[in-house]
């Protein structure tokens, strides 16, 4: 039959020998091969995401984002969920973009494209992204033969200083694709214009070191000569003749290059940036080819372009150094070499054609006038919730408005790609204030084997809660079962944050080979033991504890990401917005993967001016401190506290329209808990005996009731559809968002009553 015959075998999609049999994503739900992207992506990329990467299709975003940010003259703001490949959507067209320049450049020239440009600029919202684009990019640009290098300049590994350093002296190829955050790219370029001054001072001096070598030597007078024998005479002449012919071809060799590169700023004069310092001949590092305009990526752009600090970086590194002024624009050596030559031309002839002279001058001071010369720069804005954002429109008009470029929208929303992405389950759990620490630690006990991400909005509570899990997960029967804690917050110095990330990311839990075997060695032992004691891990005798591992995190870590085998999420304090929420709950369920989210909502407890209850807590306090291990202390003072007795009803109505909001745009599910003896004496207990504990306790009530300053003022024209309304209620009101906590929802939440 002919569909039989190898001719028609899609020889194409056959998987590779080697490609890891046990992928932990699901491609089959991906329709476009990388060879049909069209126009078609060249070899270099088709093989390395196929054999190095292997990935045998591109996603939805890749597929609609990368054709059109690939052709020069074309920019891109691109919105799709978190965890659908944007990284590599942007990427992609850039090294495309580097391949094509390097091929035009051997058909035009026979030799290969050997600079140090730079090419392309990345900005991402936090370091320790730009660290994960960093290495991704670079694993990628290894792939091509084209000498492409990548730099990452985030000021922790090397100053910025040393990064200039070390781009000026290394290797040329096809050009450098930087990738930095908004404030470290200013550092950069700072020092990249030190670094110009610097060199063009250097010049200056072994200038000035030849002439005084020149004129250093023993001077030949004319008398001098004049004593000497003929043959010596001679001589002497004949190498003063050579000497000068060498010094005037090294003249002319000089004034051959300066033109040459006056010219070619000139070419690209309607290119980017500091092409002033073209003027003392100096070769530029940081602009477009002619013809391959500079393409800069500014990944998670709602976030970066929301913050007020980070989008003043990013506007200043586009109109001062990527799109020349009105004045550069206007005066770049082409419109002063006309005026000169009018002038030169002008004495030259005399006034013989004194008519066309005027013109021509007319010509040229039109010419001088501040015209606008578009620059050729090409922007890519990408982000989970880029398309609605106000400022990423803005701010591509204002930059469609400079360039010589188009904006073209690729928006993927969640609807249209929820087959691939969405699997991940989206859960709050309502539940009394006094309870909100053990159903934190009841759902971390569920699965101690995973990794966890929990969110804080603050750093000051996140500190507390980290310091009362080690606490917990101390000694041999800890309360709770996961061991590798991990914290990240702005406040922490760089290095350590990189540590305790890099630490997070490559911590593997335990196989599950290992864990059945260790469980199976417990089951044995257990026999021996006391039988009354039955608290702690032992009580999920399936598997050993630390196995997995939690991150607690601001939302330093909610955008971009990356963590792979992370499966849950908690919210400990509510998200301030809903753009939070979205990048927060993207750490997991990337990528076909599982995943759950689950939002902890406390409400004041019902009974907190209860006498009895309030007794009972004494009592519980006293009872548990010292003994709270046995399984009797446990059930007898806390039998009362099992359950989670509130629901919806319960909230007040600022927090069910809170409620409402996220419901709205995110399928929220109900998470009840299930009846488990609770452990909320055994914590009180710990933070009574520990005073450093209780002194973070009180530092974090405060900070769980500020008011959440949000960085600039409430502007409906910037707020999410979702957020309109809402914020068109609050916009005289000063820039803060009121917090979920009052000061007793707060002190009961953090169990310090
Ligand atoms: N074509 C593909 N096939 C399979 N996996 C892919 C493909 N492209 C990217 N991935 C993987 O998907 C994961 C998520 O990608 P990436 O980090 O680029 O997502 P993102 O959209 O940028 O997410 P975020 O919005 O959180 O920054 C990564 O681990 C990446 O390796």
New binding site residues.
Partial sequence: MASNTIANLDVKRVRRGFEPEQ?N?N?DL?ETP?EDVAPPLSKHTVFA?KNI???????S??ASAIPKLSSPGTSCVVE??????????FLVPILERIVHHCDAHVAAHGRPLLTRNIVSLVLSPSRV?AE?TFV?ARGLAARFPHDIRVALCDGVAETPASVVEHLSKGSRGGGIVLISTPTDVLDFLAAFDAHREKRAANGLSSTTLTTEKRSGGIEVTDELLEEQDEETKRRYLAKKARKEAEQAALEQKVANTTTKTTTTTTVSSSSLSSSSSSANGEELILRAHAGTPFLMVV??ADVVLKATSMRDAVVQVVLHRLVPDHREAAAPSSVVSTEDAVDASAKKKGSRNQKRDREEGNNAVAASQPALVKAMLDVGL???TAGYSKKVQQFSAAVEGLCHTTFANVFLRRETTDMFVSQLSNKYCLCESHHVLHTLIHFLNLHPCKKHFIFFNSSAVLMFVKTLLSTLSEGTRPTLYVKHIYAMYEEMKESTKFAEYNSFLQHTPVALASVQKAALAKKQMKEEKNPHFSSGWKRDSHLPPGTGAILLCTDVAA????V?DVDYVYHFEPPVSLRSYV?RI??VG???MRGTSVLLLPVPAKDQHNEEQQKLRERERKSTSARYHTIANTKSSTSALQGSTVDESDLEEEKAKYLEQLQQSHKLERQGLPPVAPITSIIRAVIADHSGLQRLGRSAAINLCKPRVVEEPADAADADDEEQDNVKQQKDTPATEASWYDATLAVQTLLLD
């Fill in positions: 992928k994503w491609d991906l990388w995401m990467f292997f990935f045998s299709h591109a996603t975003v890749q799709a969920p978190t965890g659908c490949g944007k990284t590599l959507a992204l994960q991704v990944d998670e990408f982000g989970a955008f971009g990401l990356d792979r990048h993207g750490r990337r990528m076909g």
